[in-house]
Structure formats: structure tokens, C-alpha cells
């Protein structure tokens, strides 16, 4: 966990994995940097949230797979999933819901997030049965920033495929989704304010 700049009620807290994500933010808006996967990702932002203040909001900026053809782009994301959770099999054990999908504004694509880096063909084939987008971080940020009762926004640049290749593609593409995520963040955030 990597903490720049300082988070203030009146200002969004901007929340990526990895620094190579981040390389092109001008330092306008405090970052967190998580580390990669659902744990880091949850236990970063609730450390965050918990020292406070809070944020106006978390922004959740990083880098996707594409789960159809055609995919590209900068997308906020609508409805946000677990992939590796069976939550069917879990209620069916407790009669509890663990894990339902979080519907974060209407419209935009659904994303599914899970702690595996898709990079197969079968996995992404299934996936794409549920969801547009996959990555490794968005349903925990966004399931603890609802939990600590601060807006969430979750906002994706498709990296890659999901599939065969995905990881060369995930590093020669992350320089460019980058830049574009800071693009992103300098029209709808930094002129907002």
C-alpha cells in the first residue's frame, strides 16, 4: 500500500493497483496504490477509510480485460461482480447472500473482478456469459467504499483480450491506458472541481 498526497472530504481519493497505472497522474488528487488482487485492493482502502478523513468520493482508475470482441477504450463501469465467488453455492449452504453483484449507475458495462489474471480462452469464453470487463481490484474498492458510506466510481481502460496473450498485451498496452485513465481524470474530476 502506497499512500500520495492528502485525502480531504472536499477532493476524490484516486485508487489503482500498480504504479505503472498511475505513471501519468499529475499529483492534482491524492493515490492510492493497493498492490494487486482483491485483498490488497480491500484492505488498502479500508485502512485509508478507517484513519479518515473521508474522501468525496473514491475513484477506482485501472486497467481491464475485454471480455467480447471489439472492446476498447475508457469505460465507467455500471454493475461490478465477483467471478470466484460462488455466491449461489454459499446461500445454498447459509440461506445468507455473500457477494451480490453492486449496481453502481445505470448503464455502463458490467465488470466482473476476480483474483485470477484471465488469460485463457475457456475462462474469458465463460465470463463474457456475465460480464464485459474483467479485472482483479473493482468489487472490493467498490464494496468497501459502500461499507464506509462513500460514492465509488469504478473506471476501466481495456488493456488486453482476456485471453491467450493477455499478459504481454496487459504490459505493452499499460503505458497507453495510463495516459488515457489520466486523461480521463483530468475531464471528468480535476474540471469538475
Known amino acids: 500500500m502506497e499512500l500520495s498526497g492528502t485525502v480531504t472530504p472536499d477532493r476524490p481519493l484516486l485508487v489503482l493497483a500498480v504504479r505503472q497505472e498511475a505513471q501519468f497522474l499529475d499529483g492534482s488528487l491524492p493515490v492510492l496504490l493497493t498492490g494487486m488482487g482483491k485483498v490488497n485492493a480491500a484492505s488498502s482502502l479500508a485502512t485509508v477509510l ?3 478523513p473521508l474522501p468525496s468520493s473514491v475513484v477506482n482508475l485501472g486497467t481491464a480485460g475485454a471480455l467480447r470482441p471489439g472492446w476498447s477504450g475508457t469505460h465507467e463501469v ?11 453455492m454459499l446461500r445454498g449452504l447459509t440461506g445468507e447472500t455473500y457477494g451480490a453483484p453492486l ?3 445505470t448503464g455502463g458495462p458490467v465488470l ?3 483474483d485470477v489474471f484471465v488469460s485463457e480462452e475457456a475462462a474469458r469464453d465463460r465470463l463474457a456469459a456475465r460480464a464485459d470487463l474483467v479485472d482483479m481490484e473493482g468489487y472490493a474498492l467498490a464494496s468497501v467504499a459502500r461499507q464506509a458510506g462513500v460514492p465509488v466510481r469504478l473506471v476501466k481502460h481495456v488493456s488486453d ?3 491467450e496473450g493477455a499478459a504481454r498485451s496487459w ?3 499499460v503505458a497507453d491506458c495510463a ?4 486523461d480521463w481524470t483530468v475531464a471528468n474530476l480535476l474540471r469538475e472541481s
Do not use: F, I, K
Not at 179 to 182: F, M
Open 78 to 88: 455500471g454493475t461490478v461482480l465477483q467471478h470466484d465467488l460462488d455466491t449461489e
Open 50 to 52: 478507517g484513519r479518515g
Open 179 to 182: 495516459r488515457a485513465l489520466a
Open 171 to 173: 504490459r505493452e498496452s
Open 112 to 114: 466482473a473482478t476476480g
Open 161 to 163: 483480450d482476456a485471453g
Open 103 to 105: 449496481t453502481l449507475t
